[in-house]
């Protein structure tokens, strides 16, 4: 079950993106982040992630792409 902090997280993100990106396409990508092997997010929870990528899409450094076939691709951009 997830916690209502980490679905007001998803919401926050979904409104930083508005229009771009779905509340399921969130959850799929930090999901998928997740699971990712020998990645340094794997230790990290659902909410855990979904804080850090709102902080960075508050400090306007988080980026997005949307393909049809593959999602929601996630990304940090550089300074």
């Known amino acids: 079950m997830d916690s209502i902090a ?11 993106f508005n229009g771009v990106v779905n509340r399921g396409q969130w959850m799929e990508a930090i999901d998928n982040r997740r699971r990712q092997a020998g990645d340094e997010y794997q230790t990290q929870s659902e909410e855990q992630i979904a804080f850090e990528w709102l902080e960075l899409a508050r400090e306007e450094r988080l980026g997005i792409e949307v393909d049809p076939i593959l999602g929601l691709t996630v990304y940090i951009a550089q300074e």
């Open 6 to 16: 980490y679905r007001v997280a998803v919401d926050q993100l979904v409104q930083s």
